[in-house]
């Protein structure tokens, strides 16, 4: 045994509720969780940690990566930048947070049931105000075998997982979608065009992501409308609003 380690055994209910399960369980400040095969260096935790004890603003700390087993060499995940945060995680599961945020967010939704249950988790983070940081040292070291959960997924299972974050942060991206759109207007006509190429809208999931796009496209010709006549500012009527700080009322109950 090792101590103040405590072994907790469940059942099957999901990558979302282990990970609640187990911080439930624990009675520290700050979290970091780390899937059994991974590796993280010898500061890591110090080194975040002096980040969240420094720096109230910040509510999310993570670091460089490198990749080992089937694949090695940096992971070059592109730094985090907000919106663009919104159309793709680039913070892996293993950053340090406060419990105490962990709490406020509700924990790890389960319903994100195809994976991304940790990119939901910073977006719920982030529509509260908090910060990310980046520690400029390669202190995560992640395995890459063809059963990881970001190989197998596929892409109706994202498309469903968008859907789930478009429910979960409607605020987040509505507020912020006109900007996403003016920087990278391909990515978004990729998904109308998926959408409705597949045939499958009729499907309730599915349905979910076709309202949101019609709803972020009225959103913009309401923009372009009335952005000739807006006061002088930015000067583009195409700049989505700047994050607010409301928090999305509660999902569910732990």
């Known amino acids: ?8 055994r469940t059942s099957n209910q999901g990558i979302s509720s282990a990970l609640n399960n187990g911080i439930a369980a624990c009675t520290g400040k700050y979290i970091l969780p780390l899937d059994a095969d991974d590796k993280i260096g010898s500061t890591y935790l110090e080194k975040a940690v002096r980040v969240l004890e420094e720096n109230a603003k910040v509510g999310i700390v993570y670091c460089k990566a490198e990749l080992f087993g089937e694949e090695s060499g940096e ?3 592109p730094a985090y930048r907000f919106p663009e945060i ?10 340090m947070f406060r419990r105490s945020d962990w709490v406020e967010a509700n924990g790890f939704d389960p319903s994100m049931k195809y994976g991304w249950e940790d990119f939901d988790f910073w977006l719920s983070l982030i529509e509260f105000g908090r910060e990310v940081h980046r520690i400029p040292e390669t202190l995560f070291y992640y395995r890459k075998h063809g059963n990881s959960t970001i190989a197998k997924m596929k892409r109706e299972h994202s498309v469903h997982s968008f859907a789930q974050l478009f429910r979960n942060h409607p605020k987040l991206y509505v507020d912020n979608i006109a900007g996403l ?34 709803t972020l496209t009225r959103k913009i010709g309401a923009q372009r409308a009335t952005g000739r006549s807006a006061a002088a500012g930015s000067g583009d009527p195409l700049v989505g609003a700047p994050l607010g ?5 509660s999902r569910r109950e732990l």
């Not at 919104?86 to 950053?95: H, K, R, T, W």
């Not at 109308?192 to 796009?213: C, N, P, Y």
């Not at 700080?245 to 009322?249: A, E, F």
Request: hydrophobic share 45%.
């Open 1 to 8: 045994t090792q101590p103040k380690t405590k072994l907790l």
């Open 181 to 214: 759109l003016r920087q990278h207007p391909d990515l978004w006509l990729e998904l109308q065009r998926f959408v409705q190429g597949t045939g499958v809208v009729t499907d309730e999931r599915l349905q979910l992501a076709w309202d949101v796009i019609e």
């Open 86 to 95: 919104l159309l793709g995680n680039v913070i892996f599961v293993s950053a």
């Open 245 to 249: 700080s409301s928090q999305r009322g």
């Open 75 to 77: 992971w070059n995940l």
